[in-house]
RNA sequence: GCGGAUGUAGCUCAGUUGGCAGAGCACCUGGUUGUGGCCCAGGGGGUCGUGGGUUCAAUCCCCAUCAUUCGCCCCA
């Protein structure tokens, strides 16, 4: 039979690398807990409407990039590419707005998009993401920014800034763009790339985050948002970064940032790592105001970002975070005859109740190779099981560090494993304290 | 969708101007050892990604295809 593979651009994740995302999943929860946020799980697969809706339905993501297909009745549905439009939905459909003024959600999960897959870009990938719905006040941006900074630095992240940015509101955004299409129009065709050109027509503002060299160069004197955006915008823009200065966060202006979906407004901001390769936004997000009532609900603002895991998973694995999640065991079980593998097993089953961890050998292998897997795990004890000891009802425990071992009875064997585990712990604790 | 690199033992990878297929680790056996990590000797294991082509002969050259990977694009 011909093997199956996975599909490309999925992953099998292995310990100890999937304890990067139970690390990251705990410390968000603990992170955003503590900001009053309350965790959101949600469906995978929705309407394909909803993303072309929300997202934009002149997108990249929704033009070439989503996983869509009919059910069996002719509906056509969509993995979710990313958390915020699901989020959205849900919250109007149980009528969040009505209970609480305020509704603060974080969830994570797999997302689906059909690119080509690189470090750090794959076609399943995961994200922590945080909404606030509800809040208008630049307050609430500034808090947003903040708590993601707060998760970052706890993972240990702590050289990451953000960068920020506005991109006004419904009001005075089409008017930029209006002045930036005719600044670009100025300029000589040939002074801007392929992309570009086209982007000139698509959507002018992706002129402005180019990372072609040239590109940046000859738009270096374009007209900046920040200089056009209403006086709202503006004031609203100042307070965020007003708090930020006020707080412990460095941060940089960029006014070249802007963002890929269409439901952003006003601040957006954007965390970039340059130490894990090309795909380097490590979380982005901002401000969407008119999503909720696009997508049918109340008029209510909204405010939020996505985390990519993978990328955060990248820049854990640099810092050796996994090896810290793995523990030596404390014993092993080395089987002599294949006779006594029951018998190892219930001897196993007896030490993992007093507390202790380790594992046996299900094969009766020779003694050498066992004692070499034992070492090899770093086990502080390795028991050895034959029929001879059967016989004698006894087990030998031989203790790794100092070779020294003795001879135990199989009913005792509990009595020894709990000495031991009061041990460990009477260790741990003055481990702790020196 | 577009480019570059890679695909050889379970794992990490050498290799041949085209001529019987290699190492290290792992595994197994034996020796040494206070039944153990080191060391020594031996052993098993490969349609050289797949399908075509060129050739007396292809793992090597050519074409196609699949897969992996790094970029472009896009995004978290």
């Not at 929705?46 to 996983?67: C, H, N, P, W």
């Amino acid at each position: 039979m011909s093997k199956i593979n996975i599909i490309r651009g999925f992953a099998d994740l292995y310990s100890p690398e999937s304890a990067l995302y139970t690390l990251m999943e705990d410390t968000a929860r603990r992170v955003f807990g503590a900001y009053g946020y309350g965790e959101l799980r949600i469906p995978i697969m929705e309407y394909t409407e909803l993303f072309q809706r929300s997202i934009g339905a002149e997108t990249d993501v929704v033009q070439k990039e989503m996983y869509t297909f009919p059910d069996r009745k002719g509906r056509s549905l969509t993995l979710r590419p990313e958390a915020t439009a699901g989020i959205v939905r849900s919250y109007i459909e149980n009528n969040c707005h009505a209970r609480e003024e305020i509704s603060k959600f974080f969830s994570f999960g797999p997302m689906f998009r059909y690119e080509r897959p690189q470090k750090g870009r794959m076609r399943q990938f995961h994200q922590i993401d945080c909404e606030c719905l509800g809040a208008h006040e630049p307050q609430a941006d500034a808090e947003v920014l903040l708590m993601l900074m707060h998760f970052l630095r706890d993972l240990g992240l702590t050289e990451l800034q953000p960068e920020i940015n506005t991109l006004g509101c419904g009001e005075c955004r089409p008017a930029f763009r209006k002045v930036l299409s005719d600044f670009l129009r100025g300029l000589d065709p040939e002074s801007l790339c392929e992309n570009c050109r086209r982007r000139l027509e698509t959507n002018p503002m992706r002129v402005l985050d180019c990372k072609v060299p040239s590109c940046q160069e000859h738009t270096a004197g374009a007209p900046r948002i920040l200089d056009h955006v209403c006086a709202d915008c503006a004031d609203h823009f100042s307070v965020v970064r007003d708090i930020l200065d006020r707080s412990s966060v460095p941060y940089t202006l960029n006014p070249r940032l802007v963002r890929g979906l269409d439901y952003y407004m006003r601040t957006t901001f954007e965390v970039v790592s340059t130490a894990i390769g090309a795909q380097g936004s490590v979380a982005g997000g901002g401000r969407y105001d008119g999503l909720v009532s696009q997508l049918g609900g109340p008029e209510v603002p909204g405010i939020g970002f996505a985390c990519g895991m993978e990328r955060l998973a990248l820049m854990l694995a640099d810092k050796r975070t996994a090896e810290q999640a793995t523990s030596a065991p404390d014993f092993y079980i080395a089987v002599l005859d294949a006779g006594a593998t029951d018998s190892a097993l219930m001897a196993a089953q007896t030490m993992r109740a007093a507390g202790l961890a380790g594992e046996l050998s299900f094969a009766a292998k020779s003694l050498k190779s066992q004692l070499r897997q034992a070492s090899r795990l770093n086990a502080d004890y390795c028991l050895m099981l034959g029929q001879e000891e059967l016989a004698a009802r006894n087990i030998i425990v031989k203790h790794m560090g100092s070779g020294e071992q003795v001879a135990i009875p199989l009913v005792s064997l509990g009595d020894w494993a709990e000495i031991r585990h009061d041990d460990k712990l009477q260790r741990q604790r003055k481990g702790n304290y020196l």
